[in-house]
């Protein structure tokens, strides 16, 4: 009667673990030619979908650099106007196929990855669209503290194509923070 029990569980666990696999959304498609070392260096959040571990966090950046062993350091910071405080996160982002791919799984916590799909970039690596595994994370970046409405208008459009409630996004705001608080 355990071992059935056991076997249940194990086949759950299963199925939980490869219906988690998909690492981005039905529609999306990430980018080919993807150039790793363009990539690198440092990005503004312009807007994201709200969710638990960036909430309440304005002047948002992520740093992106080369670990020794192929994998990308991953350095996420932000003010939290609630809290009053800086916060950061490091983690690490592999490559799910071929470098030349905009599909990576990224992890802060452990063994614990989750999809990071860079969807579209402009042809000068300064602006990105980037989904998470699902419907639920997405963000705009740029390596300025804004966007040219053009690309905002043409991100905002693939978004919703995709199936993107962009009406959710949460438009990050840059140097928001009380007087004398250190700058990030």
Not at 8 to 36: D, G, K, M, T
Not at 59 to 81: H, P, Q, W
Request: proline share 3%.
């Amino acid at each position: 009667m355990k071992n059935k029990r056991l076997i249940c569980w194990v086949a759950v666990l299963v199925i939980v673990l490869l219906s988690s696999c998909a690492n981005i959304p039905e529609n999306a498609q990430p980018v080919r030619n993807f150039e790793v070392n363009r990539y690198l260096g440092k990005w503004y959040e312009i807007a994201r979908l709200d969710h638990k571990q960036e909430r309440n966090l304005n002047n948002v950046t992520a740093e992106y650099g080369l670990n020794g062993d192929g994998t990308i350091r991953v350095v996420n910071s932000g003010y939290n106007y609630i809290k009053r405080k800086h916060e950061s996160a490091t983690g690490k982002a592999k490559f799910r196929d071929s470098q030349g791919i905009g599909a990576l799984s990224v992890s802060f916590f452990g063994p614990f990855y989750s999809g990071y799909n860079v969807i579209a970039l402009d042809r000068d690596y300064q602006y990105a669209l980037v989904a998470g595994e699902s419907l639920k994370y997405l963000w705009i970046l740029s390596r300025t503290t804004a966007v040219p409405d053009s690309i905002r208008k043409d991100y905002l459009q693939k978004a919703k194509q995709i199936g993107y409630d962009t009406s959710q996004l949460i438009w990050v705001e840059h140097n928001k923070q009380p007087v004398g608080a250190p700058s990030i």
